[in-house]
């Protein structure tokens, strides 16, 4: 970890257990404070910090343009999470006066775990619904002035609203390669739930032993495309140091081996010690530390950014690991082959992805969806021209992506 890394964490912990945070003004005044920010802002945990930098700055005077724009994204983030949870407590509301069956899922369902509840940033909101009800919620959510979006085939349907929160209607939580007993997994869902208080109201979450597995299955999906950041390690440190005593820890170790991600589950609560100091419950210590591949794993949370999309060249070489189906298919004789994978990947492989769904119909659509690709890849703003070409010439990608599907094997994801 860098200092700026452990400078971050340090602050961070301070935040997320609501203590006193020290730094001398000799230390702080060295500290660029800029790239704090940055850091914080890439893994969404700006808003969470503020408290303890707003503290700082009181005592020895940060930057007063820096200052400025940390606290209008702050009043931004927590204007938004109180009527956002006003917005879709009335959508709850009105979807069980249906008789439609509905769980809250992700940052609403766990933000009251954090001691400021309004500083967990959050994208947009999550409803779960049986298969069955899917069109009708459908229904329900547009007469209440939601746009959905063109495709309602996928696993979750976007709804869009002015000045409202966006709705994402789930009828399926997981379909991941990487999972055993799916189906069980869903059945027990429903089986399971508690509820919080949204707004006026009483909504159903996940049970907290449901809750514990679906955050680690939802990073574990995304360290396997992309990678995960600060803030999703919190959700889990959160839920687990303000519930530890109403977890039953053993139901939450037989279910991870039944859907197979005990392995990532043990490397998780590992990380979250090491970081966070968080105690790990002794029913999920299933292997000894393997610090190696534990500081591997720290530092590819560190360098991903909330969706691990921080750095263009390990972006690509997560595109290699994906766009391939076993360790053999890295090993690229030259450049030309390398770039076939990362722009050309078969038909299987971009069937998976949402914006592709169309080559599933028939073989002829695969070059439309490379066009599409190679479009969509020329249109992207996060990383400019210069950054994609050099990804081409990148002498260093493979041994990224080898040491990357070597991680993510360590961690049973692949």
């Not at 459908?138 to 349907?157: A, F, P």
């Not at 921080?310 to 450049?335: F, G």
């Not at 599933?360 to 070059?367: D, E, N, Q, V």
């Not at 969509?376 to 010439?393: E, L, T, V």
Request: with cysteine.
């Amino acid at each position: 970890m860098t200092a700026k890394d452990t400078l971050l964490i340090e602050i961070l912990c301070a935040a997320i257990y609501n203590r006193e945070f020290q730094i001398d003004k000799c230390k702080a005044a060295a500290v660029n404070w800029d790239e704090i920010y940055k850091e914080a802002r890439a893994h969404q945990v700006h808003t969470l910090v503020f408290p303890i930098i707003k503290d700082i700055d009181s005592k020895v005077g940060l930057d007063e343009k820096l200052m400025a724009v940390w606290n209008i994204s702050v009043m931004s983030c927590g204007i938004q999470m109180i009527c956002g949870e006003v917005w879709l407590g009335e959508v709850i509301e009105t979807l069980d006066a249906l008789g439609i069956e509905t769980i809250v899922l992700k940052g609403m369902a766990i933000n009251k775990c954090y001691p400021k509840p309004e500083l967990r940033t959050m994208g947009d909101a999550d409803i779960l619904v049986h298969e069955e009800d899917i069109e009708k919620a459908t229904e329900v959510l547009e007469n209440l002035g939601y746009v959905s979006s063109k495709d309602k085939k996928t696993k979750h349907i976007e709804f869009f609203k002015k000045n409202a929160i966006s709705i994402e209607l789930h009828r399926l939580l997981i379909d991941y390669d990487f999972m055993q007993n799916k189906e069980s997994f869903h059945d027990e869902i429903w089986e399971n739930t508690t509820s919080i208080n949204l707004g006026s109201i009483k909504a159903n979450i996940l049970s907290w032993e449901m809750q514990i597995l679906h955050i680690c299955i939802h990073m574990a999906s995304h360290i396997s495309y992309g990678g995960i950041g600060l803030r999703q390690l919190c959700d889990l440190v959160m839920v687990v140091e303000r519930k530890r005593n109403e977890i039953n820890w053993n139901i939450v170790q037989e279910r991870s081996i039944k859907y197979g991600i005990d392995n990532f589950i043990c490397a998780i609560f590992m990380v979250c010690n090491r970081l966070f100091n968080m105690e790990i419950p002794a029913e999920l210590i299933f292997r000894n530390a393997d610090e190696e591949k534990l500081d591997r794993l720290i530092n590819d949370i560190l360098a991903g950014g909330n969706l691990g999309n921080n750095d263009i060249h390990r972006t690509s070489a997560n595109v290699l690991i994906t766009n391939s189906n076993n360790a053999e298919e890295l090993n690229y004789k030259n450049k030309l082959s390398r770039a076939r994978r990362i722009l050309f990947p078969n038909r299987n492989i971009l069937a998976k992805r949402k914006k592709y769904l169309y080559v599933r119909k028939s073989p002829i659509f695969l070059p439309f969806a490379w066009i599409h690709r190679i479009v969509y890849g020329f249109k992207r703003k996060d990383f400019n021209f210069n950054d994609k070409k050099a990804i081409f010439n990148d002498k260093e990608l493979n041994i990224m992506a080898k040491e990357r599907n070597n991680l993510l094997e360590w961690l049973g994801l692949r």
